[in-house]
Each structure stands twice: as C-alpha cells, then as structure tokens.
C-alpha cells in the first residue's frame, strides 16, 4: 500500500528562520512521482513540485529546495529565509504510474509571524 | 488556457438535501480525478473518470455518493441525502491523456467547492 506521512502538524517560525518539512513515504512501485502542494488560506491548491522517482538530484527554486533520498524514503522541503507569506498548509504527495490518483500526507501547517 | 473549474465555489445544504458539485476540465484535459479535504486532514483521492467512464472509484463512501463525466458539459458530483460529515472542500483535478506512454500529465488542481451541511 502506498503512504505519505507528514510527521510535523505544526510549524511556527519566526521571519528569516531557515524551515524544513519532513515527509516519509511507503510504495512498492519502483516508478513513482512525488510532489508538494502549497495551500494558503485562501483555500486552493498551488503545485510547487513533482519529482520522479528514478531523479534523485536535489531541487533549488529561489527560497525553495527539496531534498529527495530513495534510501531513506523521504522527500523533505526547505524554506530559506521564511517570510510571513509562506504562512499556509503544505501537503506532500505520493503518485504511482502516471494516471493515478495522488496519495496525500495529511498537511504541515507552518505559520511565520513578523 | 483558463484553468480548472469548479462551480459552485461555497455551496450549503440541509440535511437531506441533494449537492451537485461541478468542474469543468482544463481544455484539452480529458480525465477528471476528485477528491475531498475534510477538516483538518489532507485530500482523500475519490475517483478517478475519463469521458463517460469511471476508472477507478476505490476512493468513494458505497452509498449516496456518484460521479459522472459525460461525453458533453462537466463532471459532476454528486451527494444525495446529505448528512453533516459531509461537510468538507471537494477539489478536482484534471489532466491530459492518461501516461501509458511513460509520459506523466500533470494533475491540475480546480479552486475546490466548500460544501457545507447545516
């Protein structure tokens, strides 16, 4: 069975703090596809990441960086210099072979205040 | 290419009532994928359609939930008989042709509907 675990339920940082957000993952697929989703308060769903399972090169988008290790099963995320706008739900996810359903870690909530 | 959408955005029912959800696929998409966000938990995968078929529905309660997606308008889902539990944001999802061949199509995430039972 493939499953996404998400450790943290809560953050809380202060602004310009360095945050990582841990997810663990379960599957037997030897092609899978991991992703993290960003969701504010607004409520909508942001794509921030896919990552296949056979690229194990780590990822630096801006502030963003993401660290994947087949060894370890994890697929951890990075913010760097936090800023308040970072404040939202952040869900890993977990996709078998292309066309199926995305499997959720329940969310890490991370608030940053000023 | 406007993106997915879904419609209505907030909807509230009684109990007992019926809740028809919508979403529109990006153009081109041709598979729709749903799933629910109850409070205070990650998205539950519920099913998974192409045009006029389901593919896999694994993921919905047996009873008073459906979901279609005709060859013309909109996938829809649908709860009958409405009870508080189901009160939660239902997202859909769409995205291209399905990865048969090795290539993986995006899912691509609508704005949600918040359904809430009173």
Redesign the interface.
Known sequence: AQKVTQAQTEISVVEKEDVTLDCVYETRDTTYYLFWYKQPPSGELVFLIRRNSFDEQNEISGRYSWNFQKSTSSFNFTITASQVVDSAVYFCALSGQAGTALIFGKGTTLSVSS | NAGVMQNPRHLVRRRGQEARLRCSPMKGHS?V?W?RQLPE?????MV?LQKENII?ES?MPKERFSAEFPKEGPSILRIQQVVRGDSA?Y?C?S?RI???S????????G??T?LTVL
């Open positions: 598979h994928y799933y938990e990650g998205l539950k995968f998974y896999d993921g944001a997202f999802a995205s399905s990865g048969t090795g290539i993986y199509n995006e899912q691509f995430f704005p949600g918040r």
